[in-house]
C-alpha cells in the first residue's frame, strides 16, 4: 500500500503513516513505532496529511489521530490524481496538435471534416478505435436509409467491435426501424449492443471508451451537412457523457 500511495501523490513518510492510520487510531508516539517514521518527523507528516484533509485528531489527551472513512479519503487521492493525469493528457495534446498543425499535418487528437468523404473516414472510427464502450445520441435528424453504402460499412464495424468486447449503448429515435444488420445485433447480443428510444434534437455524437467524442452537426434537410469533429479529451467525454446518462434514463 505504501508504493500505491506514493503514487497517487503521498510522499514516502506520508505513505507510511497513512498505511498505518486507514486501519488504527494511534497517537503520534505510536504512529511512529508502527509506522517506523522518525520521532522529530512523526508531527510534521500528520500535520502534512491533516492539511490534505486525509487524517483527523481527537480531542482526547494525548491526541490520537485517525482516517474517518478509507474508502473516501482514497476516492480523494485517487480523484485528485486522475485530474491530474488529465491535466496533462490534455496538455500534451495540444502540444502535439499545435505541432501537427504548424506543419500542415494531421492529428488523431482532433479531426475535423466538412465532406461527406470525411464523415465516412471519421465515423469509422468510433468503431475500430473503440475498445469498451460507446454511448450514442442518435437525434431526430439521422435517416437510417440514406447513404446506405457507407452505412452498411459502419454496421458492419460495429458487429466486429461488438464481437471483440465492446458495449454499445444507442439511443434511437421513437420511430426509427433499426438496418437489418443491427436489428440482428441487437436480436443476438441485447446485452452489447442495447437500445432505448427518445426523440431528442440533442447534437449527433458518439462517447468512445469515455475519452474520444464524435459530433455530427446535422439537420433536417440532409443536404445541409454542417461537418463532423472527432476530438480526444477525456474531460469533455465525461461533460457528453453526463448528457447521455440524462437521456438514456428518459429513453424508453
Not at 522518525?38 to 490534505?52: E, F, M, R
Not at 479529451?233 to 447521455?244: D, G, H, M, R, T
Amino acid at each position: 500500500m505504501i508504493e500505491e500511495l506514493q503514487r497517487l501523490g503521498l510522499s514516502y513518510y506520508e505513505s507510511k503513516a497513512l498505511a498505518v492510520l486507514l486501519k488504527k487510531t494511534l497517537t503520534a508516539k505510536e504512529l511512529s513505532d508502527e509506522a517506523d517514521i522518525p520521532a522529530g518527523k512523526t508531527y510534521s507528516v500528520i500535520i502534512s496529511l491533516q492539511k490534505k484533509n486525509l487524517v483527523q485528531a481527537t480531542t482526547t489527551r494525548p491526541k490520537k489521530f485517525f482516517v474517518q472513512q478509507a474508502s473516501s479519503v482514497l476516492q480523494e487521492l485517487i480523484s485528485k490524481k486522475q485530474e491530474e493525469v488529465q491535466n496533462l493528457l490534455t496538455l500534451v495534446r495540444t502540444t502535439a496538435t499545435e505541432i501537427d498543425k504548424s506543419k500542415l499535418q494531421p492529428t488523431p487528437f482532433f479531426d475535423i471534416g466538412t465532406t461527406v468523404e470525411d464523415n465516412k473516414r471519421i465515423q469509422l472510427r468510433t468503431f475500430t478505435e473503440a475498445q469498451n464502450e460507446v454511448s450514442q445520441i442518435i437525434n431526430v435528424h439521422h435517416k437510417p436509409q440514406s447513404n446506405r453504402k457507407s452505412k452498411t460499412v459502419w454496421e458492419k464495424e460495429i458487429v466486429s467491435a461488438v464481437k471483440r468486447g465492446v458495449v454499445f449503448r444507442a439511443i434511437y429515435p421513437a420511430n426509427t426501424v433499426l438496418p437489418p444488420i443491427l436489428a440482428q445485433l441487437h436480436k443476438k447480443h441485447p446485452q452489447k449492443f442495447q437500445v432505448k428510444r427518445l426523440n431528442t434534437v440533442y447534437t449527433r455524437c458518439d462517447i468512445i471508451d469515455d475519452k474520444k467524442v464524435l459530433l455530427k452537426l446535422v439537420s433536417p434537410d440532409p443536404l445541409n451537412f454542417g461537418g463532423v469533429l472527432f476530438i480526444e479529451n477525456e474531460k469533455f467525454a465525461a461533460n457528453l457523457k453526463k448528457v447521455f446518462e440524462q437521456l438514456w434514463e428518459e429513453a424508453d
